[in-house]
């Protein structure tokens, strides 16, 4: 079976989680499903960084301690995911031993390969906030601290560095031999820009500082004097969950998701580090683009950004499945940046959950009901009629979403589910089973069997569309199942589930159920939800 490994960042629990987190793991949770339906064994990983400064540092404004401020941010990813109905096969703590222990052992072999050695680091240090900035920033501030105002000092300090600069060369033929290994083509074209520039060697150590009492990280374990930098380790969490007898065959990752923010840890930093250890490279880094908020930046000085509880209540009121097809299928996949505004989420919502699916669910649910009692009824295998060829038609958009799944591109995965939906709205418009129904004097009148051939085939294309709508919304998707008597496919089963009439099809005879609504129609008026 082929596996497949998506992974997202692991996220620093110096704070809550927010809509962009949850956003990431969502994509990676929708692609997960879609491939555990279509037959492939995956692995699903998600979890938190925790060796952050930042987490130190909040921990002490709240009066804690360090862990027991990860734990409660930890448990508050868990439950945010949780509500989300998001399915990771792990999540991984960075203060885990599993995790702990092999990255030190990388750390270890990599210092023995003498990819990481002992260097002098020189910077312009600001003494009032105990951090160097960077050459740029030093600058821009006339060599004065950006916070301060003060001068800053020029200092050196022993750090160890890994050779990026040794997998410059192998770095870019792996990029050229692999085009779509950083995507989308915007990230990749910045990605090769920068290395134009040269790769320098990169800090991978600070030295042990007092933090209070806490001893948070991990230490050089070649020399205890120094912690092991929070990006190196955390990159290893890849790996080190993957690293023992019963998961080695997933690596390595088919696809690692996160943002534009991190893209050069992941597209460069990371791949150089697996060069150097001797492992294989991920299949693809897919960097998207950002959240905003009604048109604006999400900011902590903002306070704008779109915490989960407000995502709580838009799923209290919308439901939870409509608020993973938005963020699915409206978020910032590819370059461009996407607004979450509650007036494009009202209209996403009408125009294609509650006019669109729902409504052509309860049509033909209702039509079943009121003309055969509510059983699928028994119609001729006529395979194209009212000019559509069903199955080619049907089978068409499972292939396309496949194909879509393929290269991450959500709205048109989701969008052959809708597209089923709207050729079954024009059938029923042109063919006019209603009215058929009208002129239809008993089960012997020839007419009858064509009304029969038109419901049949709106329920059977119906149960198709649900199929393709069972990544993004598990949970509506199997409600319309439900309620045309059809079976929930499990793992492997897409395709054959996906056959017209074929062996998971619908059965003349066989039940149809009357559900509650599945979407209601949204109030447009209606202020946006409040957390
Ligand atoms: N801990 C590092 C990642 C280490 S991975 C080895 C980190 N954590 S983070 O908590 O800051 O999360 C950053 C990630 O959160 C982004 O790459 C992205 O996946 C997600 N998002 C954060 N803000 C976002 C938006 N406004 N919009 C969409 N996703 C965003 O960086």
């Known amino acids: 079976m082929p596996t497949f490994y998506v992974t997202t960042p692991i996220y620093y629990v ?3 989680p927010h809509i962009g987190h949850c956003y990431t793991t969502l994509l990676a949770d929708v692609v997960a499903r879609f491939h555990r339906l279509d037959g492939d064994d995956v692995l699903m990983l998600t979890g938190t960084d925790e060796h952050a400064e930042k987490v130190i540092d909040r921990a002490k404004e709240a009066g804690v301690g360090v862990q027991e401020w990860a734990d409660r941010n930890a448990q508050a990813f868990r439950d945010a995911f949780e509500f989300m109905e998001l ?13 702990k222990d092999r990255a030190s052992a990388y750390i270890q072999k990599l210092v023995d390969s003498g990819d990481i050695y002992l260097g002098d680091y020189v910077g312009w240090y600001d003494p009032g906030q105990e951090e160097y900035v960077t050459e740029s920033v030093a600058k821009a501030h006339d060599y004065k601290s950006p916070v301060s105002g003060k001068p800053l000092e020029k200092r050196t300090e022993q750090n160890y560095f890994f050779k990026l600069s040794a997998y410059e060369q192998k770095l870019g033929e792996h990029l050229d031999a692999h085009p779509r290994f950083v995507q989308p083509e915007a990230r990749r074209n910045e990605v090769l820009g920068r290395m134009r520039q040269g790769l320098q060697d990169v800090p991978v150590s600070r030295a042990v500082k007092d933090d209070g009492g806490e001893d948070w990280g991990i230490r050089m374990p070649n020399d205890p004097g120094h912690r092991v930098y929070v990006w190196i380790e955390a990159l290893c969490n890849y790996l080190t969950v993957v690293d023992t007898p019963d998961r080695r065959h997933y690596w390595p990752a088919s696809m690692h998701l996160l943002a534009k923010d991190i ?4 597209a460069v ?15 693809c880094v897919y960097a998207h683009a ?4 009604e048109g604006r930046k999400m900011s902590k000085s903002m306070g704008n950004f779109i915490e989960i509880d407000q995502l709580r209540a838009y799923g209290e009121r919308y439901s939870v499945d409509a608020v993973r097809w938005y963020l699915a299928t409206q ?7 996407a607004d979450f505004a509650h007036t494009n989420f009202v209209d996403i919502y009408n125009a294609e959950l509650a006019n669109g699916l729902g409504n052509c669910a309860s049509r033909v649910v209702n039509m079943i009901h009121k003309y055969f009692d509510g059983n699928v009824p028994d119609a001729r295998d006529a395979t194209v009629h009212g000019d559509i060829d069903w199955p080619s038609l049907t089978i068409g958009h499972v292939q396309t979403a496949r194909d879509y799944f393929g290269l991450v591109d959500l709205h048109g995965a989701g969008h052959q589910s809708l597209a089923i939906v709207t050729a079954i709205d024009g059938y029923i418009n042109n063919t006019e089973p209603f009215r058929l129904a009208k002129k239809v004097s008993g089960p012997d009148d020839p007419q009858y069997a064509d009304l029969a051939l038109i419901l049949y085939n709106c329920a059977e294309a119906l149960r198709i569309a649900a199929l393709l709508m069972l990544p993004f919304m598990p949970q509506k998707a199997k409600a319309v199942l439900d309620m045309l008597g059809a079976s929930t496919p499990g793992n492997g089963e897409l395709e054959a589930h996906a056959a017209w009439r074929g062996e998971h099809g619908l059965k003349a005879g066989a039940p149809v159920v009357k559900g509650q609504g599945l979407f209601m129609r949204a109030d447009t008026e209606e202020a946006a939800p409040q957390a």
């Open 269 to 283: 930093v990371w791949p150089a580090m697996l060069m150097a250890l001797d492992e294989p490279l991920p299949g």
């Open 263 to 266: 893209l050069w840890f992941h």
């Open 87 to 99: 399915s990771q096969d792990d999540f991984v703590r960075t203060s885990e031993d599993r995790h």
């Open 331 to 337: 978020g910032p996949l590819g370059s461009t940046d």
């Open 290 to 293: 950002y959240f905003v908020a």
């Open 14 to 16: 110096n704070d809550r």
